[in-house]
């Protein structure tokens, strides 16, 4: 299985503040009565987005200015609570390509990772300054470089983090794990055995 | 300094397979959990790739987060949710996966159903799409919550990619006061260590509260361990352990039994072991407590006062604090205590099972959950169900003014018809007070206790159930 290496990711950002963002704000429970991930997009934010009459709420989602965007920048623990990927599905097939925040929930990072979708760790200042420049031209190019650890923008950059786990397994093209963990199938025979759990 | 090695390290290494090239570890997953909410994907993926299931014998299913809990005959009035359970059912049988359907008697809640079958086990790694299976670190498993495409690799491989945790040992020592319960002592070690707190490291419980602990008493910490930010938390085997094990449908009986001990008792972390952090809480520091807020960690003693803006130590916490009172609409600066409530429910992967409804019916006999409240009393499985009903436990809810309802995740998270209407706010015994969490975009969820629920859905207000049930030391069952 040949895999997209990737480097970086660009594109245009928006803003979504606040910390401790849960995966039940991302995509709220009742949406994943499903069993395909096809159409989560729809459902990104769905309620801190709209009223329950389906009408838009104030949300940079719903920004006009905004509907382009591909970067996703947010604040600290981002992701938190539920272990479902509909979250990270969702805010792929809504159209994002990589997600910049403060800190990130351990689970929904690795979600991320084996889908694709590089998750970078930036400071509160440095995110506020890109928050800023984004918001005052929403169409100003954003460059996510996984390959050096930094974001530029206009004439600005910053150093991001990135675990070099995370960073290799992108820019390898090794984001989703399933052909490695394949490889080692009479190994895990053998464990298995010893360790108990097969006869 | 000592060599000892934590359970964490050990149950690490005794599963590792090697390193992959990114610099993770093939880890290998003794028992995987799956329900009907993140595995139908999985399936469809290796369907897609044309895979098997490699080791069928070691995946175990079972229905919960969807099924309703007041109607017992399918097709179910929700067609999405019924079409989610005949998925389940027909992969169960496909892949030859062993199913607790709902017509075995044994169908519940993943993490109620996995120790009540002795499927749990000490020393074992174990992986579930959800993030509460650190539940099953009670018996000093190492246990993880995954993503679907994980839980794809799970299926195919028995294996999964993942970085070694650090690990925090979190002591809890002395003597916890009268009406304080396993939900307080993790309620406060959350909000002591915040809702991030946990990134990054697997949480060791211990200390004399642990050690006195009961098997589900210590369920109830663990499985809130990831509301801490930890991915895993785990309490070392000891007799507890094996007490609450001996005689369980999947562990080893007759002359296996003893052996079986003694391999699990060597994964107890060594006394020598030096952990990446310590962290010591005195067990008398801990009260009843409640959650004002939006997050896990935005709680305290329920006789605090809530909070206001300018208190928080940052910009960003200020805004926080802000945001999570606007959603709760609670005032800054009273008292949490008699805040109306309009809806209670019991249950959960957190507090669902038998000594939780004992503990509450002890109390609740003879009272009545106050007017205009819904109170809801939800088993955590079909077993605990019996097990109530036995001793005659569901009538005493029944008495008192509770719905009894039949096992599941029910208002928990809410995808089954059991969801608050509009911004009702809820006196809950689950696990997270998230935006939207039980079911309602405007709802709003107050977490504590499984008393303190009874005592608020007695009251009709948040209320110490100290004072409503006048606890006293020798009414007190720790």
């Known amino acids: 299985m040949a895999l997209d290496k990737i480097t970086t990711v660009q594109g245009t950002g928006v803003y979504v503040p606040g910390s401790d963002v849960d995966t039940d704000r991302i995509i709220p429970a009742r949406f994943m009565k499903c069993v395909t991930f096809d159409g989560l997009g729809e459902y990104l934010f769905y309620d801190v987005r709209k009223h329950e009459d389906g009408s838009d709420k104030e949300h940079p989602l719903n920004d006009p200015r905004f509907k382009d965007a591909t970067i996703l920048i947010a604040g600290s623990n981002f992701g938190c609570g539920s272990s479902r990927e509909h979250a990270p599905q969702a805010i792929y097939r809504y159209g994002f390509r990589a997600v910049i925040a403060e800190s990130f929930a351990e689970i929904f990072f690795g979600n991320c990772v084996t889908l694709g979708i590089p998750c970078v760790v930036a400071t509160g200042d440095d995110i506020k300054v890109l928050a800023a420049a984004v918001e005052a031209d929403p169409t100003l190019a954003v460059t996510v470089d996984v390959d050096q650890c930094r974001v530029f923008f206009g004439d600005q950059s910053f150093t991001v983090h990135v675990p070099d786990s995370a960073r290799d397994a992108l820019i390898s093209g090794k984001w989703d794990p399933i052909a490695d963990l394949l490889e080692s199938a009479d190994e895990v025979s053998d464990r298995m055995q010893q360790l108990g759990y097969s006869a | ?478």
């Open chain 2, 1 to 478: 300094m000592g060599n000892g090695k934590s359970l964490f390290e050990k149950v690490w290494d005794a599963h590792a397979v090697r390193e992959l090239s990114n610099g993770q570890t093939q880890l290998i997953i003794g028992t995987h959990l799956i329900h009907e909410v993140t595995s139908p994907q999985a399936f469809g993926m290796l369907r897609d790739l044309g895979l098997k299931v490699r080791f069928p014998e070691r995946t175990f299913a079972t229905v919960d987060h969807i099924v309703p809990t007041d109607e017992s005959s399918e097709p179910f009035s929700d067609p999405l949710a019924d079409a989610m359970i005949r998925e389940l059912r027909k992969n169960a049988e496909d892949f030859g996966i062993t199913y607790f359907d709902l017509s075995t008697g044994k169908q519940g809640i993943v993490h109620v159903v996995g120790p009540e079958q002795g499927i749990t086990q000490p020393g074992t790694t174990i992986a579930c799409g959800d993030s509460h299976t650190a539940t099953h670190g009670a018996f000093g498993a190492i246990a993880f919550g995954i993503g679907t495409t994980q839980v794809r690799d799970l299926l195919a491989t028995q294996t999964m990619a993942m970085s070694k945790l650090k690990v925090r040992r979190i002591n809890v020592d002395g003597q916890l006061p009268p009406g304080v319960y396993a939900k307080d002592v993790i309620l406060h070690i959350i909000a002591q260590l915040g809702a991030k707190g946990g990134i990054g490291y697997a949480y060791e419980y211990g200390g004399e509260v642990f050690d006195n602990f009961t098997m589900e008493e210590r369920m109830t910490v663990c499985n809130m361990s990831i509301e801490g930010g930890a991915r895993a938390g785990y309490v070392n085997p000891d007799d507890t352990t094996f007490e609450y094990l001996k005689g369980r449908p999947y562990c080893p009986g007759g002359d296996a039994w003893d052996a079986a001990v003694e391999k699990w008792r060597a994964f107890a972390s060594d006394p020598d072991t030096v952990y990446d952090d310590v962290v010591n809480i005195r067990a008398e520091d801990v009260a009843p407590s409640v959650t004002w807020g939006i997050s896990p960690d935005q709680g305290f003693s329920v006789t605090g006062t809530i909070p206001r803006p300018e208190e928080g130590e940052t910009p960003a916490e200020q805004e926080s604090i802000r945001e999570a009172l606007e959603y709760m609409k609670l005032e800054p600066g009273s008292p949490i205590k008699g805040t109306k409530i309009d809806v209670a429910f019991i249950g959960s992967c957190t507090n669902g099972r038998l000594s939780d409804f004992r503990e509450v019916a002890r109390f609740i006999k003879g009272r009545k959950v106050a007017d205009g409240v819904k109170a809801i009393a939800v088993p955590g499985s079909q077993i605990v169900a019996k097990l109530c009903e036995n001793e005659g436990l569901d009538q005493v809810f029944r008495d008192a003014g509770f719905d009894w309802r039949r096992a599941g995740c029910s208002m928990c998270l809410a995808m089954n018809p059991d969801k608050l209407i509009g911004d009702q706010l809820c006196a809950s015994s689950s696990n997270r007070n998230f935006k939207g969490r039980q079911g309602s975009p405007t709802g709003r969820t107050i977490l504590m206790s499984p008393l303190m629920v009874a005592a608020a859905a007695i009251t009709g207000e948040v209320s110490d159930a100290r004072e409503v049930f006048e606890l006293t030391e020798l009414s007190s069952k720790c």
